[in-house]
């Protein structure tokens, strides 16, 4: 994740400038170059922090209600959903998809805070974050809690899940369909994994 952050830092730029923004990136290489010369090679980690710490809530809140969600439908049977002692695919995505959706909102704000912090240092950074093509007014955070702080109190809490549900619609399918191959390559290769109560 370390090493290929830059190119995140870099593609998160390039997809929030638009046709109104004072200064535009040509492409890839262009701004990571520009980035470098103007805000140094610390700049292409903007925002890292956040991300290393929204993966722990977003893998863990996947695997645990994938679990959970799996060991209750097979202990209670609603609705029919259970074929002998295994759940069908169906059933598998939907669970995966609802692990998807829990862990996604939960880790969410994260993730917006990370984007907000790479683009602190570009000069035009708060036209692009408020829309108006013509705000000048330089976008500063000291760091990860400020950044939360600043966006709330100018914002609304609502600003920290802006983008959920397009994100969610790519997210939660892959999700579904990650946890469905793992299991049916647990299955080919007859892993056990169970976890004590």
Same mark, same amino acid.
């Given at each position: !994740?370390?090493?290929?952050? @830059?190119? #995140? ?8 400038? =638009? ?8 492409? !890839?290489?262009?701004? +990571? ?10 700049? +292409? %980690?903007?925002? /890292? ?7 722990? @809530? ?7 209600? %994938?679990?959970?969600?799996?060991? /209750? ?29 829990? &862990? ?12 907000? !912090?790479? !683009?602190?240092? /570009? ?6 974050? =408020?829309? #108006? ?22 914002? &609304? ?15 939660? @399918? ?15 290769? #007859? ?7």
């Amino acid at each position: !994740m370390s090493a290929t952050y @830059p190119m #995140d830092m870099v593609r998160g730029r390039l997809t929030v400038q =638009t046709e109104n923004s004072p200064y535009q990136y040509r492409g !890839m290489f262009h701004a +990571l170059s520009t980035v470098l010369r103007e805000e140094g090679p610390r700049a +292409l %980690y903007k925002g /890292w922090f956040p991300s290393v710490i929204g993966v722990i @809530p977003y893998v863990g809140l996947n695997f645990s209600v %994938y679990e959970s969600l799996k060991d /209750w439908l097979v202990k209670s049977r609603p609705f029919g959903l259970v074929e002998g002692e295994d759940l069908g695919v169906v059933t598998k995505l939907a669970c995966g998809a609802a692990a998807g959706t829990v &862990g996604q909102t939960v880790a969410y704000p994260l993730d917006v805070i990370r984007r907000r !912090m790479q !683009m602190v240092g /570009w000069k035009d950074a708060s036209s692009v974050i =408020t829309g #108006d093509g013509r705000s000048k007014a330089p976008l500063h955070y000291s760091g990860m809690v400020d950044a939360f702080r600043q966006t709330v109190r100018n914002e &609304g809490f609502g600003a920290l899940y802006r983008g959920l549900v397009p994100n969610s619609v790519k997210v939660v @399918p892959s999700i579904a369909i990650a946890f469905v191959t793992y299991e049916v390559l647990k299955d080919l290769l #007859d892993v056990q994994l169970r976890i004590k109560d």
